[in-house]
């Protein structure tokens, strides 16, 4: 039996529509010679403590854990972090820049009437100042933040936001994302995926690989040659209707991705 027809896809947000790294060229201003390394020690330490959390039940928001990270890599790195220093830094972490083609790609698919949206560990104001300082607000249907399920990605109930939202099977939505970790656990989950490799790294060596590679935005457009155009009213019920199915479906609050809408 063939696949579903995808219809609709949902993007992460850090690394994958906004650079994280870009906060280097700040960080490079203030610690010449230190910015890259600054950059990429922030990061990834900003990933570690979500992980933690996440395990750990002892989850702090987003926010909070990439100024933690930042003191950490500063620290780590042996540099002087004055609190004026630390304020411009997370301030700029709220304005990322965009990858070049993602704005044209987010455009081609709104006027292909595809559904899009953001499912991010990001807080909701973080992701909201993101995605208007970008430019993207009109282009995104959808913003959706973990911190509604008090759990980071790559929990299951992290992925289940999307489908819930959509009210669609997790096969028919394209998950996007350049980390391939996220990629991998939005497979586990069951939803169709695109790791966007970047930086051409090796791909990671468990059992299960995500549905599609490429290494930019662009390679979500092939994926929707063929979509029929769908307006996203036509996915997503009245708000009244829509809880009254949700307690039916799920009194628990609690669903995997194979089948939204309790059918």
């Not at 769908?230 to 949700?246: F, Y």
Request: neutral net charge; aromatic residues 8%.
């Amino acid at each position: 039996m063939p696949a579903p027809p995808l219809a609709a896809v949902l993007f992460d947000a850090y690394g994958t529509l906004f650079d994280v790294y870009s906060v280097g060229l700040l960080a490079e201003q203030l610690y010449p010679g230190q910015g890259d390394k600054l950059a990429v020690a922030w990061r990834d330490k900003q990933i570690d403590y979500s992980r933690l959390c996440s395990m750990s039940g002892q989850y702090t928001p987003f926010w909070e854990l990439t100024r933690c990270a930042l003191r950490y890599s500063a620290q780590r790195l042996a540099l002087d972090l004055s609190r004026a220093d630390e304020d411009r830094l997370m301030n700029q972490y709220r304005h990322l820049s965009l990858f070049p083609e993602n704005r044209d790609v987010l455009s081609e698919l709104k006027s292909r009437g595809i559904p899009t949206g953001i499912l991010s560990n990001g807080d909701p104001e973080m992701l909201n100042v993101a995605v208007k300082s970008s430019g993207l607000d009109g282009l995104i249907d959808l913003v959706l933040s973990v911190h509604a399920t008090r759990r980071y990605k790559t929990d299951p109930a992290a992925y289940a936001l999307g489908t819930a939202a959509l009210r669609l099977p997790a096969r028919q939505v394209l998950f996007v994302s350049s980390n391939g970790w996220d990629a991998i656990g939005a497979t586990w989950f069951g939803y169709t995926t695109l790791w966007v490799n970047r930086h051409r790294l090796p791909p990671e060596q468990l059992a299960t690989q995500p549905t599609h590679v490429g290494q930019s935005l662009r390679d979500v457009l092939p994926l929707f040659e063929n979509h029929p155009k769908r307006e996203l009213h036509e996915l997503i019920p009245p708000p009244a209707s829509r809880r009254a199915a949700d307690q039916r479906a799920d009194p628990a609050g609690i669903r995997d991705g194979s089948d939204p809408a309790g059918t």
